[in-house]
């Protein structure tokens, strides 16, 4: 049996979209990935896209910021085609954290943050004090302040996605995309790093992420935006969005949903074949 579910459009949030994407198609050579595509990221707001391997999660984000292009369809970002914008003008208003960045040998934390003022420079706007403060106080929100002269390429998993996360915070944008945040990452450390994306929103940011823990998503999200084979299969807040149906549809998952013990979002727990209680999960 198809499960249906409501998606929200721009209308339903009673508020323009910060990044939308409307109609979109994308791929890579002759293999389409997305079709038809429309998604809504409100503002002020943490979105998280789930969905199962390979279902276009990471091309979506990429698409939103531009690394792709869409053979059909518009990206819209604060009510503009993002195609028709400078480069320069994009990274102004959007930063991105790409999965599993890496950093050039030897480069320093402080180097590394300092790139993302890159787009704020220019020959009549060169490195300045206020670009040295800006720096700082990425890496200061981040709690990595004393880790600024030691190479990227010495810290630990955690520290390593903090760090690029301030390079993100460096380039001064209210609107965050992130791939993959806690890729690699122990539990301790991925919430460790969701923590402080939630603070980022706490601060005012609007956050778009991908994740692939359905109870990190359903934890630190506003919105879900549930995808499957290159569509949107829902969106929505996690209590509205995460039912034991749209697990089966979504993921050919056998899962229960209950009520965070220790917080007002749901909680998925898997129904596996063995260490089950059957005749009370049949």
């Known amino acids: 049996m198809?499960?249906?579910?409501?998606?929200?459009?721009?209308?339903?949030?009673?508020?323009?979209?910060r990044l939308a994407a409307r109609g979109v198609t994308v791929g890579y050579g002759d293999r389409t990935v997305i079709r038809d595509l429309d998604a809504v990221i409100p503002p002020g707001a943490v979105t998280t896209i789930i969905g199962p391997n390979g279902c276009g999660k990471?091309?979506?984000?990429?698409?939103?910021?531009?690394?792709?292009?869409?053979?059909?369809?518009?990206?819209v970002l604060d009510g503009q085609d993002i195609a028709g914008l400078r480069t320069r003008d994009v990274a102004r208003r959007m930063g991105l954290l790409p999965q599993s960045p890496v950093a050039p040998e030897g480069l320093t934390v402080a180097d590394l943050v300092a790139r993302g003022r890159h787009p704020h420079q220019s020959w009549l706007r060169q490195w300045s004090s206020d670009d040295a403060a800006v720096v700082e106080?990425?890496?200061?929100?981040?709690?990595?302040?004393?880790?600024?002269?030691?190479?990227?390429?010495?810290?630990?998993?955690?520290?390593?996605q903090r760090v690029w996360i301030s390079m993100t915070l460096a380039q001064g944008t209210d609107l965050l995309l992130l791939d993959e945040p806690t890729t690699y990452l122990d539990?301790?450390?991925?919430?460790?790093?969701?923590?402080?994306?939630?603070?980022?929103?706490?601060?005012?940011?609007?956050?778009?992420?991908?994740?692939?823990?359905l109870n990190l998503a359903a934890r630190y999200s506003d919105n879900l935006v549930v995808m499957r084979e290159g569509s949107v299969l829902a969106q929505g807040h996690p209590r509205e969005v995460v039912?034991?149906?749209?697990?089966?549809?979504?993921?050919?998952?056998?899962?229960?949903?209950?009520?965070?013990?220790?917080?007002?979002?749901?909680?998925?727990?898997?129904?596996g074949r063995t260490h089950v209680v059957t005749d009370r999960y049949p």
């Open 137 to 160: 106080r990425a890496l200061a929100m981040t709690g990595v302040l004393d880790l600024a002269d030691r190479p990227v390429d010495a810290l630990s998993g955690g520290q390593r």
């Open 243 to 271: 039912t034991e149906e749209l697990l089966r549809e979504a993921f050919g998952l056998r899962a229960r949903v209950i009520d965070d013990p220790v917080g007002d979002r749901p909680l998925v727990v898997p129904v």
């Open 2 to 17: 198809v499960v249906r579910f409501t998606t929200t459009s721009e209308s339903d949030t009673g508020e323009r979209a």
């Open 58 to 75: 990471s091309t979506l984000l990429r698409t939103l910021s531009r690394l792709l292009r869409p053979s059909r369809g518009t990206v």
């Open 187 to 213: 539990l301790a450390h991925a919430v460790d790093v969701l923590d402080l994306v939630d603070d980022l929103h706490e601060a005012g940011r609007t956050v778009v992420m991908v994740l692939h823990d």
